[in-house]
């Protein structure tokens, strides 16, 4: 399939096709006259290098983890191992960290508008779950 259709198919644009490119993320055969063409699988590889994006990884992370993950489905690929799991575990706690760090921020700003409104702050999730 050409780069148009695959891009239509996946809700990505072609820039991004052609970035994933460059970064090594997914490859194209090029027909004679130098157009991409991409095998059917590009489509669940793409999804998968999306949800990776998502997941609030870069594309240097992604390019290591792609061989070890299944573009179907996003399992374990033939090539998983341990350093996988490893690398997974260090990006979810990379996450956990941020969200922590959003949530101490959000409740700065609660104090913030209570004290600029004389209201009493909100009582954060974050505030319940610590207790």
């Known amino acids: 399939m050409r780069i148009g259709e695959l891009a239509s198919r996946t809700a990505v644009s ?3 096709l052609r970035y994933y490119e460059e970064q090594g993320l997914l490859t194209a055969d090029r ?3 130098g157009h991409r063409t991409y095998p ?3 489509v669940d590889r793409v999804i998968r290098i999306q949800e990776l994006f998502a997941a609030g990884l ?3 992370k992604i ?3 792609l061989p070890c993950l299944r573009d179907e489905d996003g399992g374990p690929g033939a090539s998983a191992t341990p350093w996988l799991t490893a690398e997974l575990v260090a990006e979810r706690a990379r996450i956990d960290r941020s ?3 959003l949530l101490r921020a959000r409740d700065v700003l ?3 508008i209570a004290s600029a409104t004389g209201c009493q702050p909100a009582v954060s999730p974050a ?4 207790d």
């Open 40 to 42: 059917e699988s590009a």
């Open 127 to 130: 505030a319940i779950e610590s």
């Open 110 to 112: 609660d104090e913030v």
């Open 99 to 101: 969200v922590n760090e």
């Open 58 to 60: 870069c594309s240097a």
């Open 31 to 33: 027909t004679t006259g």
């Open 14 to 16: 072609e820039r991004s």
């Open 63 to 65: 390019e290591q983890l």
